[in-house]
T-cell receptor, first 113, second 113 residues
Framework: GQQVMQIPQYQHVQEGEDFTTYCNSS?????IQWYKQRPGGHPVFLIQ?????EVKKQKRLTFQFGEAKKNSSLHITATQTTDVGTYFC?????????????FGAGTQVVVTP | DSGVTQTPKHLITATGQRVTLRCSPR?????VYWYQQSLDQGLQFLIQ???????AKGNILERFSAQQFPDLHSELNLSSLELGDSALYFC????????????FGEGSRLTVL
C-alpha cells in the first residue's frame, strides 16, 4: 500500500537559519497537504498542492510538489521560535479510496535562539 | 478553535476495559476522520465516515469500531483495551471528501494502565 515518508525526523535549527523537510511517497499522489502541530496541540492545515511541479509560498514558507507527484518539500527561511512544532505531510494516492489521507511520520523542529 | 469538538479530553482506564470517544464535526462538515497518534508513530489513519456511511478504512483493529450518527457526530469505540492502545486519538472533519483540508479537534488522550 501507499507509504508516505518524511525526512529528517528531527531538525534542530538556529534562529535565523533556513531548513528544508522532505516528503516522499511510494506511489503517485493526487494531492498533498501539509500540517503543523505545535507541542501539545493538534494538527493545523497549512496548504494543499495539487498540480505537478506546483510551488506555493506563505510568507517564509515555500512548498513544492514534485514533477512526478511523488514527493514534496517544505522550505522555511529565517527560522523563528514560532516555527517550533512538528510538520506533517499527508497525501492521497491516485488509486486509494478517497478518504484515505496518509500522514508521514512528521519532522519535529526545534529552534534554538 | 477548529470547530471540531472531542470528548473526553483525557481518559484513564484499565486493560480489558471499553471506552467511547466522541466527536462533533464542524457545522456543515459531512466527513469525519479518526486518527491515532502514538509516541513516535505519527498520525495513523483509522477510519472515515461521510454522511453516516463508512468510506475508507485504515489500520483499524478489530477491537475498535466507529459510527457516524444522523446528526453527523461520530463515536469511536475501543474495547478489550491493551497497554499499547494508549495514545492520542484525533477526530477531524472536512466539508466533503478527497480534496478538502482536515480540521482537527484537540484530541482525546487515552491512557491504559
Amino acid at each position: 500500500g501507499q507509504q508516505v515518508m518524511q525526512i529528517p525526523q528531527y531538525q534542530h535549527v538556529q534562529e535565523g537559519e533556513d531548513f528544508t523537510t522532505y516528503c516522499n511517497s511510494s506511489t503517485t499522489l493526487s494531492n498533498i497537504q501539509w500540517y503543523k502541530q505545535r507541542p501539545g496541540g493538534h494538527p493545523v492545515f497549512l496548504i494543499q498542492l495539487v498540480k505537478s511541479g506546483e510551488v506555493k509560498k506563505q510568507k517564509r514558507l515555500t512548498f513544492q510538489f514534485g514533477e512526478a507527484k511523488k514527493n514534496s518539500s517544505l522550505h522555511i527561511t529565517a527560522t523563528q521560535t514560532t516555527d517550533v512544532g512538528t510538520y506533517f505531510c499527508a497525501g492521497r494516492g491516485t488509486t486509494d479510496s478517497w478518504g484515505k489521507l496518509q500522514f508521514g511520520a512528521g519532522t519535529q523542529v526545534v529552534v534554538t535562539p | 478553535d477548529s470547530g471540531v469538538t472531542q470528548t473526553p479530553k483525557h481518559l484513564i482506564t484499565a486493560t480489558g476495559q471499553r471506552v467511547t470517544l466522541r466527536c462533533s464535526p464542524r457545522s456543515g462538515d459531512l466527513s469525519v476522520y479518526w486518527y491515532q497518534q502514538s509516541l513516535d508513530q505519527g498520525l495513523q489513519f483509522l477510519i472515515q465516515y461521510y454522511n453516516g456511511e463508512e468510506r475508507a478504512k485504515g489500520n483499524i483493529l478489530e477491537r475498535f469500531s466507529a459510527q457516524q450518527f444522523p446528526d453527523l457526530h461520530s463515536e469511536l469505540n475501543l474495547s478489550s483495551l491493551e497497554l499499547g492502545d494508549s495514545a492520542l486519538y484525533f477526530c477531524a472533519s472536512s466539508v466533503v471528501d478527497s480534496t478538502g483540508e482536515l480540521f482537527f479537534g484537540e484530541g482525546s488522550r487515552l491512557t491504559v494502565l
